[in-house]
């Protein structure tokens, strides 16, 4: 929720004039809602090593500094759309707090399975060749969700291999719900070392 | 009667809705965002179904989302509530392909009524009193030769807008040179269509409205009018009913006529025809709003009459089952619009999480809110918690217990407008039922703000 950027961009900007600090936390906030899980869906699905995009007066830059960072974005995805700071999982069968700030979200996240979920409410037909033990990538297509005859991707989060189906094909399912989880293999990098949130999501007020 | 509705709304009214069909024996699917995920909608109901993302262009405002939910989940109609896509024409025709049923006017119908000038006309053909206007603009030279027929100050429109947004005030040819190409790329931006209207502008006038019933047989009702002058930049803040500006007689003659010419105009459904009432008390009608309104609880407090079923009836195909003489208003109704907005700073508003809540009660009150302890109010939407509505046999009764009802009423965690409704009431303009639409934005709301704030 918009907390999280808020108390994030705290430092950052001068609280000198309250009005003007209070548009800017505004607009960091916007930034961060709007901006930021479209971002972190495109970073995962190119090769790029960095997206910066410039909006007004504000710049948002999203860097890959290192393999490691891969996991955490899946960590991320796996719990709808990669919405960092958003803080609730995807599916109604797995609520978790929903007040948990970034640093939280971050470490229930870790502890959590990773899963692919659902873009969008629908019928779900997995990939007729998935099955168990199966190794994925990044981004790989394991099925669609057939919304109204348009069928929208399930891509998978993160490189691992395929784990327990949590639906059925042809079942109805909701948008974020969790479809197949995705247990990550010796060669992922293990997610231990930094927390979600600092997937280098810095949003730096930018003169330029 | 169908078997299962999806509710494809959020908030209060998607709790409204719940209500409703629980009374009328129908199942209930609430479709909610990821940011809804937590709501009291979503909470209360037996069955709720994720539609997307926070983002309501991706879910509440998204077809084929809502569509799909309402078919996986085996609903046969969807009720979209107010806002989002309830008076979508194009929504409505695709929920009829898909086999549902759209709760609303039927899509012939909302297209129609989809153009504010095009209704003018035709309900203006039918016996509503209009206001001098124009048609759609083509250019600024036809803008300046139409506001200079109907006399200035005029008032620049877009035709797809609603709610206020887009609107623009000019007093001078000046200003309208000034003013044209932005209203025009405005409106662009807002609804995607940038056809503009310009009427006159009449100063101190109230808005009043009158609700309308017509079922799919044409047999119609109206259930009286509501006074919504107590506004702030085109924005509803307190709604009442019967309107303290209309004499028995206005009131009757201008509620006939209404519901003839919506009859005669083919209207179906639930419907407002809103009217601008000048200090001389003539009416002229503005537009239709072809859905069930945030204010529609004061009728109901006055009627006894369920509008949110009766519209779900309606829709199904069931004969309206009134006659006008089985609508009797009794009394007098009030409506707060409680708003996460802070009116001492520029009613900015707000989100968080509410601490504590406790809704008022006693004779004659009703509190319509999803609001509860630990609720957080997302950032995304708009900025209703909920409708404070009371009833008295009489007005002065219906203002005593709002004040004591606003005082009972307990938000905390979030900013409110309450002492902003605790200063209205207090005001004696309010009391004497003189408000009209530009009295808040004309002498500002600060004298109100001071008040409030002690």
Request: aromatic letters at 4%; a negative charge.
């Given at each position: 929720m918009p907390d999280d950027p808020r108390a994030a961009t705290r430092d950052i900007s001068p609280d000198d004039d309250p009005a003007r600090s209070r548009r800017d936390h505004q607009a960091i906030s916007q930034?961060?809602?709007?901006?930021?899980?479209?971002?972190?869906?495109?970073?995962?699905?190119?090769?790029?090593?960095?997206?910066?995009?410039?909006?007004?007066?504000?710049?948002?830059?999203?860097?890959?500094?290192?393999?490691?960072?891969?996991?955490?974005?899946?960590?991320?995805?796996?719990?709808?759309?990669?919405?960092?700071?958003?803080?609730?999982?995807?599916?109604?069968?797995?609520?978790?707090?929903?007040?948990?700030?970034?640093?939280?979200?971050?470490?229930?996240?870790?502890?959590?399975?990773?899963?692919?979920?659902?873009?969008?409410?629908?019928?779900?037909?997995?990939?007729?060749?998935?099955?168990?033990?199966?190794?994925?990538?990044?981004?790989?297509?394991?099925?669609?969700?057939?919304?109204?005859?348009?069928?929208?991707?399930?891509?998978?989060?993160?490189?691992?291999?395929?784990?327990?189906?949590?639906?059925?094909?042809?079942?109805?399912?909701?948008?974020?719900?969790?479809?197949?989880?995705?247990?990550?293999?010796?060669?992922?990098?293990?997610?231990?070392?930094?927390?979600?949130?600092?997937?280098?999501?810095?949003?730096?007020?930018?003169?330029? | 009667m169908f078997s299962k509705i999806l509710i494809a709304n959020r908030g209060e009214i998607a709790l409204r809705i719940l209500r409703a069909c629980r009374t009328l024996g129908v199942g209930a699917v609430v479709a909610y965002s990821e940011a809804d995920r937590e709501s009291l909608a979503a909470q209360l109901a037996d069955e709720a179904i994720c539609i997307g993302p926070a983002d309501a262009r991706r879910s509440y405002l998204s077809a084929p989302s809502v569509i799909s939910a309402a078919i996986v989940t085996g609903c046969d109609a969807i009720h979209p509530g107010y806002g989002f896509l309830s008076e979508d024409e194009a929504f409505a025709d695709v929920v009829r392909a898909h086999g549902l049923t759209f709760i609303g006017p039927p899509a012939e119908v909302l297209e129609r009524f989809a153009s504010k000038e095009a209704t003018r006309r035709l309900l203006g053909s039918h016996g509503l009193a209009t206001i001098p206007g124009s048609g759609m603009l083509r250019d600024e030279a036809h803008a300046l030769e139409e506001a200079e027929r109907v006399g200035y100050p005029v008032i620049i429109k877009?035709?797809?807008?609603?709610?206020?947004?887009?609107?623009?005030?000019?007093?001078?040819?000046?200003?309208?040179?000034?003013?044209?190409?932005?209203?025009?790329?405005?409106?662009?931006?807002?609804?995607?269509?940038?056809?503009?209207?310009?009427?006159?502008?009449?100063d101190d006038n109230r808005h009043v409205e009158v609700q309308v019933a017509v079922d799919r047989f044409g047999h119609a009702v109206h259930m009286g009018e509501r006074d919504c002058s107590v506004q702030r930049r085109h924005q509803k803040i307190i709604e009442e009913t019967p309107s303290p500006a209309?004499?028995?007689?206005?009131?009757?003659?201008?509620?006939?006529?209404?519901?003839?010419?919506?009859?005669?105009?083919?209207?179906?459904?639930?419907?407002?025809?809103?009217?601008?009432?000048d200090s001389k008390g003539d009416a002229y009608f503005i537009e239709i709003n072809c859905r069930i309104q945030v204010e529609h609880p004061i009728t109901e407090l006055c009627t006894g009459i369920d509008m949110v079923a009766l519209q779900i009836k309606i829709a199904a195909g069931e004969p309206l089952g009134l006659s006008q003489s089985d609508v009797v208003s009794r009394g007098h109704a009030i409506e707060f619009r409680i708003l996460a907005e802070d009116p001492t700073k520029d009613f900015r508003p707000g989100s968080g999480q509410v601490s504590a809540y406790l809704a008022p009660g006693g004779v004659g009150v009703r509190m319509d809110s999803h609001l509860y302890p630990g609720y957080e109010v997302p950032s995304y939407y708009d900025s209703l918690l909920g409708k404070l509505c009371v009833w008295g046999p009489d007005r002065a009764t219906a203002i005593a217990r709002g004040e004591t009802a606003l005082r009972e009423l307990l938000v905390d965690g979030v900013t409110t407008n309450i002492e902003l409704h605790r200063a209205i009431l207090a005001n004696k303009v309010f009391v004497d039922g003189r408000v009209t639409t530009n009295l808040l934005d004309r002498v500002g709301t600060a004298p109100f703000v001071a008040a409030a704030s002690r």
């Open positions: 930034l961060a809602d709007d901006l930021l899980p479209a971002l972190i869906a495109k970073l995962a699905s190119s090769g790029l090593g960095e997206i910066e995009v410039r909006e007004g007066g504000w710049r948002a830059r999203l860097r890959k500094p290192a393999a490691a960072d891969v996991a955490r974005r899946g960590v991320a995805r796996g719990t709808g759309e990669g919405h960092p700071a958003s803080g609730h999982s995807a599916g109604r069968a797995q609520p978790t707090s929903r007040s948990a700030r970034a640093g939280e979200a971050a470490a229930e996240q870790e502890a959590s399975p990773i899963s692919a979920t659902s873009p969008a409410v629908g019928i779900y037909h997995p990939r007729r060749d998935l099955s168990e033990g199966m190794r994925v990538r990044t981004g790989e297509k394991i099925g669609t969700v057939d919304v109204l005859g348009v069928n929208q991707d399930v891509l998978v989060p993160v490189d691992g291999v395929i784990g327990t189906s949590l639906a059925e094909a042809g079942e109805a399912v909701e948008y974020g719900q969790d479809l197949v989880r995705i247990e990550l293999t010796e060669r992922s990098p293990a997610p231990a070392t930094e927390p979600v949130g600092e997937l280098e999501a810095a949003v730096a007020r930018g003169n330029a | 877009p035709s797809a807008g609603g709610g206020g947004k887009g609107m623009r005030l000019v007093r001078t040819a000046r200003e309208l040179e000034d003013t044209f190409k932005v209203a025009r790329s405005e409106a662009k931006a807002a609804f995607g269509d940038d056809a503009l209207y310009l009427e006159k502008f009449i209309l004499s028995d007689a206005a009131r009757e003659d201008l509620c006939q006529r209404a519901v003839r010419a919506v009859v005669a105009a083919g209207y179906e459904n639930l419907g407002t025809l809103e009217f601008l009432v």
